[in-house]
C-alpha cells in the first residue's frame, strides 16, 4: 500500500496538472464555437439564447442579462448567468459542470455531473414569477408568487433517479387560457409539489394548489431530456372550487363543463408541450 504522503503527493501533482489542463484550454478556448454549437442545439428545440456567451474572469463562460426566447417571444430572463467546470470534483475523478444565475433577488445554483453517480443538483430561491416572461408568453398570463426549489437526481447504469421539490408562496394568476379553453384567474395560492424520476422518467406528483375557495391538482408525466420542449405533455389538472368562487367566474367554469367528472369536480386534460400547452 502507497504511503499517505506519497498519496498526497500523487493527489496533488494530478490536480496541479488538471488546473495547468484547465487554464491552457480555457485560455485558447474558441468562444465563438461554444456559441455556435449552442445556437445550434437550442435552435433544435425552436429556441435561441441572446447575448452571446464571453469568458468569466474564473475559467468559465458568462452572460450579461441573457434572455432565452422562442419563436413566441422570450421565456426566461436572467440578470447574471454563469457556467463553469467545478475544480474540487476532478480532484476525485468527476467532471461537475456548476452553473449560477440570478433573477431579481432570488438566485438559482445547479450543479451537472458529466460523469460519476451525482448526476444533477438544484437550488432555487426567492425567485419571483412576475421575472418570468414564460407565462406571458407561453400562456398570455399575468403571475406572481415566489418560487423555491431543490432536489438530486444520481445516475444508475445510465438511468437518472431521484426528485425535485417545488414550492410557491402567495402564486396569483389571471388570463391564462391553454388553446382555446381559459383557466379560472386565482390569488394567494399555496402551492407545494414535486418531480420524481424514476428509471430516467420524470412525473409531477400531485402538484397542490390551495386557496380560498378553491383546491386544484396538476398531475401526469413530463418530457425530459435534450428534447424535453418539443415533446408532448401529458398532464390532468383537477379543479375543485367551492360553489361560491365557481359563481365568480360562471363563464369560465361553462366552457370547462365538458370536463366535469362529478359535481364539483372537473377533470382537465393538458396536451401540447411545454411551449404550448393546450386543453383538449
Avoid at 430516467?200 to 400531485?206: D, F, H, K, M, V
Wanted: proline fraction near 6%; include cysteine; charged fraction near 20%.
Amino acid at each position: 500500500m502507497m504511503p499517505r504522503h506519497r498519496l498526497l503527493r500523487v493527489g496533488s501533482l494530478a490536480a496541479a496538472g488538471v488546473a495547468l489542463f484547465l487554464a491552457c484550454t480555457y485560455l485558447f478556448l474558441p468562444t465563438q464555437r461554444v456559441n455556435e454549437l449552442l445556437g445550434r442545439l437550442l435552435a433544435d428545440q425552436g429556441l435561441s439564447l441572446a447575448p452571446q456567451a464571453h469568458k468569466s474572469l474564473l475559467p468559465g463562460l458568462a452572460w450579461r442579462q441573457p434572455v432565452l426566447s422562442s419563436d413566441q417571444g422570450p421565456l426566461l430572463r436572467f440578470d447574471r448567468l454563469g457556467v463553469r467546470l467545478r475544480l474540487l470534483p476532478l480532484v476525485t475523478g468527476q467532471a461537475v459542470v456548476g452553473a449560477t444565475g440570478t433573477v431579481g433577488k432570488g438566485h438559482l445554483d445547479l450543479g451537472y455531473g458529466i460523469t460519476g453517480t451525482d448526476a444533477l443538483e438544484l437550488a432555487a430561491a426567492g425567485i419571483q414569477l412576475s421575472d418570468i416572461p414564460f407565462f406571458k408568453t407561453a400562456l398570455g398570463a399575468t403571475a406572481g408568487g415566489t418560487l423555491w426549489s431543490e432536489g438530486r437526481l444520481t445516475r444508475t447504469k445510465g438511468r437518472l433517479s431521484g426528485d425535485l421539490k417545488l414550492e410557491l408562496k402567495q402564486l396569483s394568476f389571471t388570463g391564462v387560457k391553454l388553446g382555446a379553453f381559459p383557466l379560472p384567474d386565482a390569488a394567494n395560492l399555496r402551492c407545494q409539489g414535486m418531480v420524481r424520476v424514476t428509471s430516467g422518467r420524470a412525473r409531477l406528483e400531485s402538484f397542490t394548489l390551495q386557496g380560498e375557495g378553491l383546491y386544484m391538482r396538476l398531475s401526469g408525466d413530463l418530457p425530459d431530456g435534450a428534447s424535453a420542449a418539443t415533446q408532448p405533455l401529458n398532464l390532468t389538472l383537477e379543479i375543485m372550487p367551492k360553489p361560491e368562487f365557481l359563481d365568480k367566474q360562471k363563464l369560465v367554469f361553462l366552457l370547462l363543463a365538458k370536463f366535469a367528472a362529478s359535481p364539483g369536480v372537473y377533470k382537465v386534460p393538458i396536451k401540447g408541450t411545454l411551449l404550448k400547452p393546450v386543453i383538449l
